[in-house]
């Protein structure tokens, strides 16, 4: 690969992610109106949302392996990858501050960037599988089912429910906190996402260097600045809520 295919972005890889940040912020926009008391709505288990959240961080962690399947193809160094992973482990730890201070009985302590932060490296390390990658996917993804059989089994495994180890994700009960995403199942679609695009990339890279039309150009961007644009953009609704309220 070329130092300038190496160098150009991955627009349709971008627009996949902008897509999912539009999402999020449109979900989250509800959640911030549901928290105001401004509409009525079940988000932890009314299945209506419960599936938008699940479909929105799949996308997220997808587009993660994508972008991890880019990075290795083109060779990207361990120094420019710890780079990129302390921006988000230190946006891990903002997350976790500001959510301490408006949820204090239900702060975010292992959510979607502490999740990706800490899939990264063990995607990062497995680059090499292969197709293995897929199986691998596949076995993370099915064992969570497994967890609340073999809780049952063993007489309910309560350190595997604590938060020193329920970042895993082999847990019988689901924490309290307001965004989880442990290992278990997710780190499954990050490999699927890494073994996606190790494949489309040696047999078919049309399909993710391709252009992409002038109407998705704003999701692109927003794709670009997507962890920019995840940290901003909460602050940014409740503060224009409380404003209004």
């Known amino acids: 690969m070329s130092a300038t295919s190496a160098s150009r972005r991955f627009d349709r890889i971008d627009a996949l992610r902008g897509a999912a940040i539009a999402w999020m912020t449109v979900f989250h926009f509800c959640f911030d109106l549901n928290w105001f008391g401004w509409i009525r709505q079940n988000f932890l288990y009314d299945p209506f949302w419960t599936t938008q959240r699940t479909a929105i961080v799949s996308l997220f962690l997808f587009c993660a392996g994508l972008g991890q399947a880019v990075a290795f193809t083109q060779g990207q ?26 949820f204090r009985d239900t702060f975010i302590y292992f959510g979607v960037l502490h999740g ?42 309560h350190l595997l429910n604590a938060p020193v180890l329920n970042w895993i994700g082999f847990v019988s009960l689901k924490p309290a906190t307001q965004d989880y995403v442990p290992l278990l199942p997710w780190l499954g679609v990050m490999w699927w996402g890494m073994a996606a695009g190790q494949w ?3 047999r078919h890279p ?37 404003l209004v309220r």
């Open 116 to 157: 990706i932060a800490v899939m990264l490296v063990i995607v990062r390390l497995t680059a090499r599988w292969g197709a293995w990658l897929w199986a691998a996917g596949l076995v993370a993804i099915l064992l969570p089912m497994a967890a609340l059989p073999v809780h049952v089994a063993f007489g309910n495994l």
């Open 200 to 202: 489309l990339l040696s």
């Open 206 to 242: 049309a399909v993710l260097q391709g252009p992409i039309p002038g109407a998705l150009a704003p999701l692109a961007w927003m794709g670009r600045w997507s962890l920019s644009w995840y940290m901003l953009h909460q602050p940014l609704l409740i503060g224009a809520m409380l």
């Open 77 to 102: 160094g361990w120094a420019r990858f710890w780079r990129r992973w302390a921006q988000v482990a230190v946006c891990a730890l903002l997350v976790s501050a500001g959510s301490w201070l408006m």
